[in-house]
């Protein structure tokens, strides 16, 4: 009784205190461009002491699977040798063992070639003539090398292929260069995603990107030192948006402005308080 | 049919002895009201049978096919045999004895190695499990609370980060494989035969 009398009321209270939020939140999902910039410039923070930044968080997903740990390695053993164990023969082993039966009486004394009825004159390939032949067609084919060893730079995005990496940027941010997300300050008339999508854009790099969603996925706040600060302006907000990368991208980029880090490094290029925030929501898997 | 020849002279005497040319009397013969005398005496008389017939015959007919759409229906209302699912058919080779493996039996060392490995395992992956459960978990935890201060910051903003995205599905991204991609490679036909049964109903 309560759940049913719960799922109307919710409705009629938000139309009620919520001075026709509902309405417009129904037409949300036509939510075109034109629409917005035609509301932003009387909502866009008015009073708000912060400025906006929007910024990128690109990742080069992995592209060969990971190395196993010690105790990965053992249970994988495992596995397969009780499945071993635990299966039938398959045709090709019952043909090995006719055919090593058949060896065997070959090289007895008292053979008689009489009994052998099927082949006759025909050229007899055995399995094992097979498994050779397959083996050496394999070993015809070379596969690209799993790990490219220590010669790559951290500039490069063929680095540690099996894990996922992020784009750091060395930026002005008031008088110092700070390795940090690419970001891109907010300009009127533009949603955050579109800011991120600028910010991605302003790279000397040409990457194909696709973005998870309209939603940032984290945030960060700093204040401005004081003799900066400002008439209106305490500080910046930087709102991050995450970006997955689509093709790889082979264009070497500046050693000492962009960097392709894994999550165990990120320690080693950003401030404490930025890592912080920027390890919640990249994820290691 | 006595009667009949008798008519057939009578007409033919006044045909002939009102035109006395032969090609009258040809056509005469040759009309199919005048049959020859020679011929059997079958024909015109007989025709007049078969108009009874077509009042039983179509309803006869009607019958017949009504029976036959009824024989079709009781046919058709059988429900079509199910499609067998070739999975869950054990196949008639893994009842073969030949195919028996011989296992040899394991010592006292190697199944206490194996349970000791089970349990590891069973620990390592819930750790693992834990561990991935709390990373999302922040990584969810920190959305909200960006989506929390941009609501703060702006309503419009806020309402255009929390719609839908249209152009994100589908989505579509290569997995990680053993080795990394080749470039420029160019991979050699591969040639198959497909023999999957294809059942109709």
Redesign the interface.
């Given at each position: 009784m309560a759940a049913p009398f719960r799922c109307i009321y919710r409705p009629l209270w938000r139309v009620i205190t919520g001075s026709g939020r509902l309405t417009?939140?129904m037409r949300?999902?036509s939510?075109t461009e034109n629409h917005?910039s035609a509301?932003?410039h009387k909502?866009?923070?008015v009073g708000?002491p912060?400025t906006?930044h929007g910024a990128v968080c690109l990742q080069r997903?992995?592209?060969?699977?990971q190395d196993r740990n010690p105790?990965e390695e053992?249970?994988s053993g495992?596995m397969q040798q009780?499945e071993?164990?635990r299966?039938?023969?398959s045709d090709h082993e019952?043909r090995l063992l006719e055919d090593a039966a058949r060896m065997s009486r070959k090289q007895e004394e008292d053979y008689d070639s009489d009994e052998e009825e099927d082949y006759g004159d025909k050229e007899i390939v055995t399995a094992q003539d097979l498994e050779d032949a397959w083996e050496q067609k394999l070993k015809q084919f070379h596969?690209?090398?799993?790990s490219n060893g220590d010669k790559l730079d951290v500039s490069s995005s063929e680095r540690c292929?099996?894990d996922s990496l992020v784009l750091l940027i060395k930026q002005d941010v008031g008088s110092q260069k700070v390795w940090l997300l690419p970001q891109v300050q907010w300009k009127a008339g533009e949603?955050?995603?579109q800011t991120a999508e600028r910010a991605l854009a302003h790279l000397p790099a040409d990457v194909k990107a696709?973005?998870?969603?309209?939603?940032?996925?984290?945030?960060y706040?700093y204040k401005y030192p004081k003799d900066i600060q400002k008439e209106g302006s305490v500080g910046a907000?930087v709102?991050?948006f995450k970006a997955?990368m689509?093709s790889p991208n082979h264009l070497p980029l500046e050693k000492n402005s962009f960097a392709w880090v894994k999550k165990d490094e990120l320690k080693d290029f950003l401030t404490p308080e930025y890592l912080k925030?920027v390890n919640?929501?990249i994820?290691?898997? | 049919m006595n009667m009949a020849g008798i008519v057939c002279r009578t007409l033919s005497r006044v045909v002939s002895s009102q035109t006395s040319c032969c090609s009258s009397v040809v056509s005469v013969r040759h009309s199919h009201w005048f049959t020859s005398i020679l011929s059997p005496k079958t024909s015109v008389p007989l025709r007049a049978e078969p108009k009874k017939k077509k009042k039983v015959d179509p309803r006869r007919e009607q019958m017949m096919k009504e029976r036959l759409k009824k024989k079709l229906k009781k046919l058709e209302r059988v429900p079509p045999e199910l499609i067998p699912i070739e999975d869950f058919i054990t196949t008639a080779k893994?009842f073969?004895e030949?195919?028996?493996?011989e296992?040899p039996k394991l010592s006292f060392e190697e199944t206490e190695r194996?349970a000791l490995?089970?349990k590891?395992?069973s620990r390592?992956k819930f750790s693992q499990h834990q561990a991935?459960m709390a990373?999302?978990k922040?990584?969810l935890?920190?959305?909200r609370?960006?989506?929390e201060?941009?609501k703060i910051?702006?309503?419009?903003?806020y309402?255009?980060?929390?719609?839908?995205?249209t152009d994100?599905f589908p989505?579509q991204?290569q997995g990680?494989?053993?080795?990394?991609?080749?470039p420029n490679y160019e991979a050699p036909d591969g040639k198959y035969n497909d023999i999957t049964r294809v059942y109709t109903q």
């Amino acid at each position: 009784m309560a759940a049913p009398f719960r799922c109307i009321y919710r409705p009629l209270w938000r139309v009620i205190t919520g001075s026709g939020r509902l309405t417009v939140g129904m037409r949300n999902i036509s939510f075109t461009e034109n629409h917005f910039s035609a509301t932003n410039h009387k909502t866009a923070s008015v009073g708000s002491p912060w400025t906006l930044h929007g910024a990128v968080c690109l990742q080069r997903l992995p592209v060969i699977s990971q190395d196993r740990n010690p105790i990965e390695e053992e249970f994988s053993g495992l596995m397969q040798q009780m499945e071993l164990e635990r299966s039938l023969l398959s045709d090709h082993e019952l043909r090995l063992l006719e055919d090593a039966a058949r060896m065997s009486r070959k090289q007895e004394e008292d053979y008689d070639s009489d009994e052998e009825e099927d082949y006759g004159d025909k050229e007899i390939v055995t399995a094992q003539d097979l498994e050779d032949a397959w083996e050496q067609k394999l070993k015809q084919f070379h596969p690209a090398q799993r790990s490219n060893g220590d010669k790559l730079d951290v500039s490069s995005s063929e680095r540690c292929l099996a894990d996922s990496l992020v784009l750091l940027i060395k930026q002005d941010v008031g008088s110092q260069k700070v390795w940090l997300l690419p970001q891109v300050q907010w300009k009127a008339g533009e949603t955050l995603r579109q800011t991120a999508e600028r910010a991605l854009a302003h790279l000397p790099a040409d990457v194909k990107a696709t973005f998870l969603g309209n939603a940032p996925c984290g945030f960060y706040k700093y204040k401005y030192p004081k003799d900066i600060q400002k008439e209106g302006s305490v500080g910046a907000k930087v709102f991050f948006f995450k970006a997955v990368m689509c093709s790889p991208n082979h264009l070497p980029l500046e050693k000492n402005s962009f960097a392709w880090v894994k999550k165990d490094e990120l320690k080693d290029f950003l401030t404490p308080e930025y890592l912080k925030q920027v390890n919640r929501f990249i994820m290691s898997l | 049919m006595n009667m009949a020849g008798i008519v057939c002279r009578t007409l033919s005497r006044v045909v002939s002895s009102q035109t006395s040319c032969c090609s009258s009397v040809v056509s005469v013969r040759h009309s199919h009201w005048f049959t020859s005398i020679l011929s059997p005496k079958t024909s015109v008389p007989l025709r007049a049978e078969p108009k009874k017939k077509k009042k039983v015959d179509p309803r006869r007919e009607q019958m017949m096919k009504e029976r036959l759409k009824k024989k079709l229906k009781k046919l058709e209302r059988v429900p079509p045999e199910l499609i067998p699912i070739e999975d869950f058919i054990t196949t008639a080779k893994c009842f073969d004895e030949t195919r028996v493996r011989e296992v040899p039996k394991l010592s006292f060392e190697e199944t206490e190695r194996r349970a000791l490995l089970l349990k590891h395992w069973s620990r390592y992956k819930f750790s693992q499990h834990q561990a991935e459960m709390a990373e999302i978990k922040e990584a969810l935890e920190a959305q909200r609370q960006a989506l929390e201060e941009l609501k703060i910051e702006s309503e419009d903003l806020y309402k255009a980060a929390i719609g839908p995205d249209t152009d994100l599905f589908p989505f579509q991204h290569q997995g990680p494989c053993y080795t990394p991609p080749i470039p420029n490679y160019e991979a050699p036909d591969g040639k198959y035969n497909d023999i999957t049964r294809v059942y109709t109903q």
